[in-house]
């Protein structure tokens, strides 16, 4: 009697285990996987990339389309999870940066996503046309969140407005970054919506060179907000691309005159004292600017300009020098600077600074040709 229920025990065990299906093997799952992906069963493929990741967490090629399919799904941390399994295995720069960065974008880890953007950014850009249409205006914007406003724009005005066209979102995004107001077309102050559209409007149809209804959308800007702060910054940039260099400086000095303070239109400005040898005053703006900004790299390297046409290359080099640490990327501090040391006679030092030059106008070049921008103007006695 006591040996029965030992028995029934291992009878109902053994019932159990013929029941229950056999493990599958990994290389069923992922065969499964791709069938199931394949034949756009998107649950069903999640699901088995899920798997099979637990069976293998070194499969590298799973993790990635697991990524992908949580991203097309806007499941965004998730997608995030696993793009970073992936780059764990497979760090090379490429396309998978650039989804990352965007999953961190949708999360708000705004930091962490233009990190991440930037790292494809210098991995030339690989990815397909719609990828690098998205990743390109999120960096983007986020380069404006970052008071990088130049470059935000140089990234607005090439790709996304000839490939984009007149969106919503990209005109605010080109309002935001023309006012230099460090905000996302979705957080900032509703009071100042009209302003941020009618900047937009000005700088999008100069960046395809409708300068006719640029002008307008400018004019409608300047009646209704000519003394607010950065319009008249904003009209000086939109002649200084119309090569109106005249105009362009009285817009600059009425800026000054609205905003004591703005670096940027103080910097303008002495470009143009410089190009008209007016060094003195080239000299006091940029000084200023200077003294304003101290990590501002554009306001050192337009001091050590000014000091170099005035003959002052030993301060010139420790201006220039300050800005190339704070803008090791920027090729034209890199020719002015070795401008500078050929002078002093530093003929090492000059021949350094020039390889650099030239190694970034390469990589320089094939930005514009990625964003569809212009070419970065060429320093002024740079050669050809």
């Known amino acids: 009697m006591f040996r029965l229920f030992p028995l029934l025990a291992s009878l109902s065990l053994a019932a159990l285990a013929a029941q229950s299906p056999p493990q599958k093997s990994f290389e069923q799952v992922a065969h499964e996987a791709d069938s199931a992906r394949y034949a756009d069963r998107v649950m069903d493929a999640i699901g088995l990339y899920r798997e099979g990741v637990e069976l293998r967490p ?14 097309d799904q806007d499941r965004f941390p998730e997608a995030q999870a696993s793009f970073t399994q992936f780059l764990a295995s497979e760090p090379k720069p490429g396309p998978v940066w650039a989804l990352k960065g965007l999953c961190e974008f949708e999360t708000r880890d705004f930091a962490q996503s233009k990190q991440d953007l930037e790292t494809w950014v210098h991995s030339s850009f690989q990815g397909p046309d719609e990828l690098i249409d998205v990743a390109a205006f999120h960096w983007a914007l986020l380069l404006t969140q970052q008071h990088e406003f130049k470059q935000a724009l140089y990234v607005l005005s090439g790709r996304a407005a000839h490939r984009g066209g007149e969106s919503p979102v990209l005109i605010e995004a080109l309002g935001l970054a023309s006012l230099h107001l460090p905000n996302l077309p979705q957080d900032y102050p509703p009071e100042l919506r009209e302003r941020v559209w009618l900047a937009g409007k000005a700088a999008f149809y100069i960046a395809v060179e409708d300068y006719a209804r640029g002008q307008e959308y400018s004019q ?28 362009a400086a009285q817009e600059f000095r009425k800026e000054l005159q ?36 101290p990590a501002n790299p554009d306001a050192h390297h337009i001091l050590g300009r000014a000091l170099l046409a005035a003959g002052r290359t030993r301060e010139s080099v420790l201006e220039l020098e300050s800005a190339e640490r704070l803008a090791p990327g920027v090729s034209a501090i890199h020719f002015h600077l070795a401008t500078a040391y050929r002078k002093l006679g530093r003929n090492a030092d000059a021949q350094r600074e020039m390889t650099t030059f030239v190694s970034l106008k390469e990589k320089q070049g094939f930005l514009d040709k990625a964003v569809g921008a212009p070419a970065e103007e060429q320093p002024a006695d740079s050669p050809k």
């Open 58 to 71: 070194s499969w590298s090629e799973g993790w990635l389309w697991l990524g992908n399919l949580l991203y």
């Open 220 to 247: 409608r800007l300047l009646a209704g907000y000519g003394d607010q702060p950065g319009v008249h910054y904003l009209q000086g940039s939109l002649f200084k691309t119309q090569l109106r260099a005249d105009e």
């Open 258 to 293: 609205i905003s004591p303070q703005h670096v940027p239109a103080m910097l303008e400005l002495a470009q143009f004292e410089i190009d008209g040898n007016s060094l003195d005053e080239a000299l006091t703006l940029s000084r200023h600017a200077a003294q304003l900004e």
